[in-house]
């Protein structure tokens, strides 16, 4: 009897180890499903208008096939940031209702973050010396610290006083900490060496991953992939796996989506609201700040004023994954990246030069959100699977 | 606020002065001296300076005595006459400079107006209305100029005395732009709204940078210039009266009081439609959608008018103000601009006409005026060797002014400089309780 | 009470914020590039002397001219004894951006003129001429220079105003001069439709985008370019230029692969694929330098290696430091060598760095002339006005200047306001940000403002 029990308490213990790998690894699965449908859709469109255009020229489909797996490559690094962004809005979305508008603000202070250890370990001569993963390492816990708890302290001066106003009312002031944010930041930056236009210095990564190489003329066109941008989505999708274990996995995960879902109630269970909601902040700020400091490292510069479109097109794609959902956050950002790099790169090429691609992404994304609120306004996930943070 | 009841007892030393200074035959002498003081200091000081800076905020805040003053009807307009009618335009024949000023703090009075009947009266956050604006300013920009040809090629562009119904067709189109925006957004959340109007805002920006290609309509990033302004009919008359102005003087003029009765009407419209059966089913659907509904209110339409309305005041402005500017180009309609006009409706008091303009007021004599001169100070101070830092110039820093503003309004006055009545109560009938707690 | 407690954090949080800044006064970045560097470079001593070389070459087409000052001063001395009590107070306005993004450039406009006021009124001290000077900010944005320059106009003492950095304010602002008859004498502005617009009372002293453009055309054909890609900001000022490259490079046989707009600020990958995939031979950018410094530092990343060439917007030493080792084959436009590469600017440099503690930016010593002229422009209509002269005898007067040479060069005011020839340089850049100023110049060439 003893071992029975004992034998089924393993059986119980292990599906229940079972069970949580799942809920944390599904999404992953989720993902790469979007990230190749969404690939193969874009480029399946591309191929189509390719051939239609080719009839006058033939050189744009060539030209066109020719670029396909950068393109892709492109979005995908563009999506993983906007998806990392956009898991901010929505825990913070999912738990207050609330459009957390000074979370671009709070990305950028991690990308400031980030210049700034980078720019002490170049001055103390530590910066080649030290190993790449350590560096990165230590630029990412400082901007995921600083930026999570800048993230808990506006929500404590500039919301927590407002939860019970009208719902326009924690909206403005959410609009005047963004504001507040960028100029502050400014502030800082133009007294300090860094300056408003920051470098951000990194170790040597090496040249770029040599993926493949295609003929087009006599000329061979590289698809390649720096390794700044894979360090970019692999930290991206570890930081979604982390999230999805704490929000799936643990106690804490079970209090915020208990007040998620309702917050009187949860706090008649013995849950401390305002601690949860502190902690939300704290997470989703973490996130923010951690995709900063990649984003920055990835591009090579920060400026005060550089979260607040990313910011709106993370939301963007909050939206468009579903708010509230962590993987719809991802997914959208995924979809939406990819809209971009494509818009960006071939609307030039179709056209004739007649509309420059990349003014004319931001353009799409807006567009995007418009349609998709309209038409399915619960996202592309939809509200079957929807799980309330 | 003249006919009601102050809210708090009056109590305290200055209340008292205020309540004494307000009425009666003090009130009476208080506000003609205070208006012969000021007219006399601005007109016997008509060049730049930090002292007529002064006596010009001042001299404006005559018009706010005036207003919140409890005196009769017909004292009180013929004063607000003679100030804004008469002291005022003879001093920008001194000094083309003031009425500049006042001129764009009425242009943004009109916005704020419009903006306010959208957030204020719909409680519908707009965060892209300077492309209404936009949308009114290119209008005439392109009709007027020569970019027509451009456009459209063969034509030429529309004659000078087009003008006033280019106000109209402004008016018209900027009310539509509004209709085309609101139509496929109105049905979200309040939240989503604000996000898809920034959207919007920045499409039209966008836009107006790209489109001089593949066909030149904006003439992209050079912006146009040259705009036509309409004509000056009564410079005949005026001079057969013996003011001897030259053209530049004529159309200041031409422009403040064009400025001033545009806010006249718009106040005017704007306030029937607030006491109307359109307000009270907006002022309903901002308390609450559901019980609106419920109330048989038309919501969708509802919203739609408020749009429409908001964004007509906006397309007309935009052709006045190309007008004047002469010269737009695309970084004037970007999204700073959008969130200045949203900070005057706020720090005036959401839903208040009265408020909105003095908020309008208040940000445009800081912006052009109070935000420079301190920046003077601070620069003169900085050279006698004070320390300050470098970076910290406040003209720099219009950002972190507005969003301070903004964040401590909502916390601790959400209703505004000078609320409306109805906000006032809704936003301070918690205050005995505790704030803690859960919703 | 939760309230009081969330104010207090807040004023905290800033306190805090501000204390830290206060704290840290290492450096400020806003203000001017580094310290000037001792012109010792071999670098700078070669290009100089090039630079010197071809100046005389030009002087030998042209007879020397007369110094500005030596203008003034000799004009001065010809001034009546009443004359002189009668002139009263005299200003000299200056226009540009003393705050926000383009504060560095703005200041050191600013500051130019403020030297050249006070160096003339030393000069001038016995005869009785003194000149005052109104600083204005316009804040780079067209409705503030606008209202300024109402301003200006309002106070019948100034005659004359040096002014804006940004084209789109300038074009804003000459309606409210033109109409005063006030002369806008622009140290900056390349944009063509400053002195195309018809107004009677524009100058400047710098040379034009639709001869900067094409003179980097030329230059790229020089350098054996045949395919060229061409991107620009979306702004009035790089689109500008980048087209009248565009339309040079056409003209020179040069093939342009794509001519793009991006407002992007960070992120140019896209851009970049489409670059891999034209493979050209030179990148041409119309804009400034914070979007080429992460532009080109992601290209190299790429291993696109092609030539980068750009207008005078990349001419700070803020580019060296955000492109770094990247700027390796880049090149620049300017209209506005680093005072270093003047052969007469020596002294310049050296006075300014003494009175304002930094090196000149670029365009403060076009501000230097640019008010030296206003001067000789005044000073001559109070000559022949006897007296205070009146905007137009200004006006007149700066039209009939004879050729006369500032620190920048010698200048000679064509029928529309051009001057004539004006000069422009091409450098290629170096990597560190403190030696931005011994930048190798590649070639000067002078050429004539366009007369149609």
């Given amino acids: 009897m003893v071992a029975e029990a004992n034998v089924s308490k393993q059986n119980l213990q292990r599906q229940r180890t079972l069970q949580t790998l799942r809920t944390v690894f599904m999404p992953l699965g989720q993902l790469l499903l979007f990230i190749v449908g969404s690939a193969a859709v874009l480029g399946l469109i591309v191929v189509v208008v390719a051939f239609f255009l080719s009839r006058s020229d033939p050189k744009i489909m060539q030209t066109a096939i020719a670029i396909l797996p950068q393109v892709m490559i492109d979005g995908m690094v563009r999506g993983f940031l906007f998806a990392t962004i956009a898991l901010g809005y929505t825990m913070v979305y999912g738990v207050l209702e609330f459009i957390n508008f000074a979370h671009g603000e709070i990305f950028m202070v991690g990308g400031f973050v980030g210049a700034g250890v980078a720019y002490l370990l170049m001055q103390w001569g530590l910066l080649s010396t030290l190993p790449w993963i350590v560096f990165i390492v230590i630029a990412i816990v400082m901007g ?151 984003f920055g490292m990835n591009i090579g510069t920060v400026n005060p004023y550089m979260g607040f479109i990313p910011g709106l097109k993370a939301f963007t794609a909050a939206v468009l994954g579903g708010i509230g959902n962590i993987t719809g956050a991802m997914v959208g950002g995924i979809v939406l990246g990819f809209l971009e790099a494509f818009v960006a790169s071939y609307l030039s090429l179709f056209t004739g030069g007649a509309f420059s691609g990349a003014s004319y992404a931001d353009i799409a994304a807006f567009s995007i959100l418009i349609l998709i609120l309209i038409f399915r306004p619960e996202g592309l996930l939809g509200e079957s699977t929807t799980q309330k943070v | 606020m003249a006919k009601n009841p102050p809210h708090t007892p009056e109590t305290g030393l200055w209340n008292q002065l205020n309540a004494w200074m307000t009425k009666g035959p003090a009130g009476y002498t208080f506000l003609s001296l205070y208006t012969l003081i000021t007219s006399a200091l601005l007109i ?337 101070a900085k050279e006698a060797g004070l320390p300050i830092p470098q970076s910290f110039d406040p003209t720099q820093y219009q950002r972190l002014l507005f969003g301070l503003l903004m964040i401590l309004m909502m916390i601790f006055r959400p209703e505004g400089i000078l609320p409306e009545d109805r906000r006032r109560q809704e936003l301070h009938d918690h205050d005995d309780e505790p704030v803690e707690g859960q919703a | 009470m939760k309230r ?123 005869s009785g001429v003194e000149i005052a000077f109104a600083p204005f900010d316009d804040q780079a944005q067209p409705e503030v220079g606008s209202a300024n320059a109402k301003n200006i106009v309002s106070d019948p003492d100034i005659l004359c105003t040096v002014g804006h950095l940004n084209s789109g304010v300038a074009l804003a602002s000459l309606p409210d001069y033109s109409n005063a008859n006030l002369v806008m004498i622009s140290p900056a502005n390349t944009n063509p439709k400053i002195t195309e617009s018809g107004y009677a009372n524009a100058f400047r002293v710098v040379g034009r985008d639709d001869l900067q453009g094409p003179i980097g055309a030329r230059f790229a054909q020089e350098s054996g370019v045949k395919t060229v890609y061409i991107l620009h900001d979306k702004t009035d000022y790089g689109q500008g230029v980048a087209e009248f490259f565009k339309l040079e490079a056409e003209k020179l046989g040069i093939e342009v692969l794509a001519f793009e707009g991006t407002d992007e600020k960070s992120d140019f990958s896209s851009i970049l694929t489409n670059i891999q995939a034209a493979n050209p031979d030179m990148i041409y950018f119309g804009g400034l330098y914070p979007q080429a410094g992460p532009l080109l530092r992601q290209a190299r990343d790429r291993g696109i290696m092609a030539q980068f060439l750009g207008p005078d917007g990349l001419d700070s030493p803020e580019l060296a430091k955000l492109a770094g080792d990247a700027l390796e084959g880049t090149f620049y436009t300017t209209v506005a060598a680093p005072v270093s590469q003047f052969p007469n600017a020596a002294q310049y440099a050296t006075d300014y760095t003494t009175k304002f503690n930094g090196a000149a930016p670029p365009f403060s010593a076009q501000a230097y002339d640019s008010a030296a002229f206003c001067q000789a422009a005044i000073v001559t209509a109070a000559v022949e006005a006897n007296g205070k002269p009146t905007r137009e005898q200004v006006l007149a007067a ?42 190798e110049l590649t070639s000067k060439i002078e050429s004539a403002p366009p007369t149609e």
């Fill in chain 3, 4 to 126: 009081i407690v969330s104010l207090i954090v807040l004023v905290g949080v800033l306190m805090s914020l501000l204390a830290a800044c206060g704290s840290t006064p290492a450096a400020s970045p806003t203000a001017a590039p580094a310290t000037a560097a001792p012109a010792t470079a071999e670098a700078t001593a070669e290009a100089t002397a090039e630079a010197t070389a071809e100046a005389t070459e030009t002087a030998e087409a042209t007879p020397a001219a007369m110094t500005v000052v030596e203008y003034i001063l000799a004009t001065a001395a010809g001034m009546t004894p009443e004359a002189a009590a009668a002139l009263g107070t005299i200003k000299i306005a200056s226009q540009s951006p003393l705050s926000g993004d383009q504060s560095a450039l703005g200041t050191g406009i600013r500051n130019g003129v403020e030297l050249a006021i006070e160096q003339a009124n030393t000069a001038l001290a016995g």
């Fill in chain 3, 398 to 439: 700066m039209k009939s200047l004879p050729a006369l040479s500032g620190i920048t060069g010698t200048y000679s005011f064509s029928e529309k306001g051009d001057p004539n020839p004006a000069t422009y340089y091409i450098f290629s850049t170096n990597s560190d940000p403190a030696l931005w100023d011994q930048n």
């Fill in chain 1, 144 to 294: 995921m610290t600083v930026s999570g708890l800048l993230a808990m302290a506006t929500e404590r001066v500039a919301y927590r006083p407002l939860r019970n106003s009208p719902r326009l009312v924690p909206l403005i002031s959410a609009i005047g900490m963004s504001l507040v944010l960028q100029d502050v930041v400014r502030l800082i930056a133009t007294s300090s060496p860094l300056g408003f236009n920051a470098r951000f210095e990194t170790p040597n990564f090496g040249k770029p991953f040599q993926i493949a190489s295609i003929p087009l003329g006599e000329r061979a066109i590289p698809v390649q992939i720096s390794p700044k941008a894979v360090i970019f989505i692999v930290a991206a999708m570890l930081m979604l796996l982390a999230l999805n274990y704490l929000v799936n996995a643990t106690r804490l995960g079970k209090a915020i989506r208990a007040v998620a879902q309702d917050r009187a109630t949860a706090s008649l269970m013995g849950i401390n609201v305002n601690q949860i909601i502190s902690l939300t902040f704290l997470i989703g700020g973490a996130l923010g700040g951690a995709a900063g400091v990649l």
């Fill in chain 2, 44 to 380: 016997t000081n008509p060049r730049t300076s930090l002292f007529t800076d002064i006596v010009f905020v001042l001299f404006l805040l005559l018009i706010l005595a005036i207003y919140r003053s409890r005196l009769d009807m017909r004292f009180k307009v013929g004063l607000a006459v003679v100030a804004l009618g008469f002291v005022l335009p003879y001093f920008g024949t001194l000094n083309p400079y003031y009425i500049d000023v006042a001129t764009q703090a009425g242009i943004f009075a009109t916005l704020a107006m419009g903006l306010n009947v959208v957030v204020g009266f719909a409680g519908l956050l707009d965060l892209g209305y300077v492309a209404f604006y936009a949308v009114g300013a290119y209008l005439w920009s392109i009709f007027s100029t020569p970019q027509i040809g451009n456009m459209i090629s063969g034509a030429t562009p529309v004659g000078e005395g087009w003008f006033y119904l280019f106000i109209i067709i402004g008016l018209m189109v900027g009310g539509l732009f509004g209709v085309l925006l609101g139509l496929p957004v109105l049905r979200l959340r309040g939240d989503y709204l604000a996000i898809v109007t920034l959207g919007f805002g920045e499409v039209i920006r966008v836009l107006a940078v790209n489109l001089d290609k593949p066909i030149n309509i904006t003439n992209g990033a050079q912006g146009i210039k040259d705009i036509e302004r309409p004509p000056l009919f009564f410079a005949p008359a005026l001079k057969a009266l013996g003011f001897n102005l030259d053209n530049n003087q004529l159309y200041q003029l031409f422009f403040y009081f064009m400025v001033l009765l545009v806010v006249l009407i718009t106040m005017l419209v704007v306030g029937r439609l607030k006491n109307s059966r359109i307000g009270r089913a907006w002022t309903a659907i901002r308390e609450d959608e559901t019980a609106a509904i419920a109330q048989g209110i038309p919501l969708v339409r509802m919203k739609l008018m408020a749009f429409a309305v908001g964004a007509s005041f906006a397309g007309a402005m935009g052709v006045i103000f190309a007008s004047k500017q002469l010269f737009i180009n695309p970084p004037t309609f970007d999204l700073l601009r959008s969130i200045s006009i949203l900070s005057m409706v706020i720090l005036g008091g959401l839903g208040n006409i009265p408020g909105v303009i003095l908020g309008a007021v208040l940000v445009t004599l800081l912006n052009l005026q109070i935000l420079p001169r301190i920046a003077e100070i601070l620069r003169t």
